[in-house]
């Protein structure tokens, strides 16, 4: 009797990921490396208080980017970085 190996019908191919999967998977990723995600709603006196602060240029109040590093910035100095 002789023992059958299944063979790919295409070899050495990489199994294409939808955008959705690969999102999921980065989601999983962080998640294990404790990382939450959260969406945060700004009004305009906390984006100001920001700036106040000096942790966002006023030239940068509508660059959502520089609000979020603006945010991390303002969390690590309240909170404390974690180690």
Do not use: C, W
Not at 49 to 58: F, I, K, N, Q
Request: charged share 35%; glycine share 4%; aromatic share 4%.
């Amino acid at each position: 009797m002789t023992e059958s190996v299944a063979i790919p019908i295409v070899a050495n191919t990489k199994i294409a990921r939808t955008r959705a999967a690969e999102r999921m998977r980065r989601s999983r990723q962080r998640r294990r490396d404790g990382l939450r995600s959260f969406r945060l709603d700004l009004r305009n006196d906390e984006i100001e208080s920001l700036v106040r602060r000096g942790l966002l240029l006023a030239a940068e109040k509508t660059n959502r980017n520089a609000i979020i590093k603006a945010m991390y910035a303002f969390l690590d100095h309240t909170l404390g970085r974690p180690t």
